[in-house]
């Protein structure tokens, strides 16, 4: 069945640094990718959405790439700040209308 | 901004009990979904719902669970009777659009304790 995998449970960074969450899927091939935010005891949130076709997708501090040949997407954050610290999902849609998480990396951002 | 509501915020059952979650869809969407999230694990798909039926669902919404849309604006989820391993966040969500890549609309989740 599909795959989706965060290969890091958490992440630290210091305030101002680019923040690079990585997303790796196996045994399909998804049209696009999603990534949400997740606070504590929260639901999530969608960022953004790149398809496929795109190689890279900006919103203000965020950019998201997608490589199909890798079967990889990056998330970055730039000039992070602790209001960034959270736990950001990558998320696949398998041609159904249901939505396959992953598990989320933990990004702590330190002032 | 308009978003999406979930009651109760907690709600805590005996096991074999029958639960009821309930939602309200942001007014002029057309998809809606429960997702449940154990504690430190993956957000899990449970099932979707277009049109007053079911759209897809997951292999763990099994005959355990129903939903139901019982008026224009709730959405419900009920577990007929609930097991220890039931204990898990639930969310729903809703979506404007009719493309399974339309951004989902999460609620703040009920959190469900099963004793």
């Known amino acids: 069945s599909q795959k989706i995998e965060q290969n890091s449970e958490a992440l630290n960074i210091q305030e101002g640094k680019t923040a690079t969450l990585t997303c790796n899927y196996t045994n399909y091939s998804p049209a696009y990718l999603q990534w949400y935010r997740q606070d504590p005891g929260r639901g999530p949130v969608f960022l953004l959405l790149?398809?496929?076709?795109?190689k890279e997708k900006r919103k203000e501090r965020l950019k998201v790439t997608f490589d199909t040949t890798l079967k990889q997407s990056l998330f970055h954050i730039t000039a992070s700040q602790p209001a960034d610290s959270a736990t950001y999902l990558c998320v696949m849609d398998t041609g159904r209308r249901a939505l396959t998480f992953g598990s989320g990396t933990r990004l702590q951002v330190q002032p | 901004e308009p978003e999406v509501t979930q009651t109760p915020s907690h709600q805590v059952t005996q096991m074999g009990q029958e639960v009821i979650l309930r939602c309200v869809p942001i007014?002029?969407?057309?998809?809606f979904y429960w997702y449940r999230q154990i504690l430190g694990q993956k957000v899990e798909f449970l099932v979707s719902f277009y049109n007053n039926e079911i759209s897809e669902k997951s292999e763990i919404f099994d005959d355990q669970f129903s939903v139901e849309r019982p008026d224009g604006s709730n959405f419900t989820l009920k577990i007929r009777s609930t097991k220890l391993e039931d204990s898990a966040m639930y969310f729903c969500?809703?979506?404007?659009?009719?493309?399974?890549?339309?951004?989902?609309?999460f609620g703040p989740g009920t959190r469900l304790t099963v004793l």
């Open positions: 969500a809703s979506t404007e659009g009719t493309y399974s890549y339309n951004e989902q609309f």
């Open positions: 007014s002029n969407h057309l998809y």
């Open positions: 790149i398809r496929e076709n795109e």
